[in-house]
T-cell receptor, first 113, second 109 residues
Framework: GEEVAQTPKHLVRGEGQKAKLYCAPIKGHSYVFWYQQVLKNEFKFLISFQNENVFDETGMPKERFSAKCLPNSPCSLEIQATKLEDSAVYFC???????????FGPGTRLTVL | KNEVEQSPQNLTAQEGEFITINCSYSVGISALHWLQQHPGGGIVSLFMLSSGKKKHGRLIATINIQEKHSSLHITASHPRDSAVYICAVRGGATNKLIFGTGTLLAVQP
């Protein structure tokens, strides 16, 4: 597609439940990035992929967070056993090549109660 | 201290005013991005630059690599420019973005 698509738009989970977020990058884009926006303006990088390979995972809380980008499927970000502090907006972005402009999806707002 | 600092944090302007938002960074970068986040939450990429100056409509972005500083200018501001403007830098080794804390701009009619 011409835009980065993210689903769902909103997700509500009870503490301890699993959350799974999806991202479809722009067609032809090789790189996918996940960012977490906590509060209003605090962005944190989580992980990036080059096609289906993890490119940089230095921002991922390894214990409960995992992510995949499989061929012919949307990329996914999964949080096992969600905690209150996981409440945030999760943005996915894609770029055609490594150093190109990144285009952002609309985000998924995760609320953990 | 944050690796990317923006100023001011909040800015209120009257319609028609010339606006400047500043960004300073302390890390080596391969590019700097200016992003706009609307009240609804969507993020739009305004500029990506690694040297000099870029212009798009009423928006101008400049960067000084030696001084590790960038500015975003809005000429003839309009209420529809009201949004959060975010500076983000991309490091040389990886292509992840490091974000500033944003500038909340309100343009009053």
């Amino acid at each position: 597609g011409e835009e980065v698509a993210q689903t769902p738009k909103h997700l509500v989970r009870g503490e301890g439940q699993k959350a799974k977020l999806y991202c479809a990058p722009i067609k032809g884009h090789s790189y996918v990035f996940w960012y977490q926006q906590v509060l209003k303006n605090e962005f944190k990088f989580l992980i990036s992929f080059q096609n289906e390979n993890v490119f940089d995972e230095t921002g991922m809380p390894k214990e409960r967070f995992s992510a995949k980008c499989l061929p012919n499927s949307p990329c996914s970000l999964e949080i096992q056993a969600t905690k209150l502090e996981d409440s945030a907006v999760y943005f996915c972005a894609s770029s055609q090549f490594r150093h190109n402009e990144q285009f952002f999806g609309p985000g998924t707002r995760l609320t953990v109660l | 201290k944050n690796e990317v600092e923006q100023s001011p944090q909040n800015l209120t302007a009257q319609e028609g005013e010339f606006i400047t938002i500043n960004c300073s960074y302390s890390v080596g970068i391969s590019a700097l991005h200016w992003l706009q986040q609307h009240p609804g939450g969507g993020i739009v990429s305004l500029f990506m630059l690694s040297s000099g100056k870029k212009k798009h409509g009423r928006l101008i972005a400049t960067i000084n690599i030696q001084e590790k500083h960038s500015s975003l200018h809005i000429t003839a501001s309009h209420p529809r420019d009201s949004a959060v403007y975010i500076c983000a830098v991309r490091g040389g080794a990886t292509n992840k973005l490091i974000f500033g804390t944003g500038t909340l701009l309100a343009v009053q009619p």
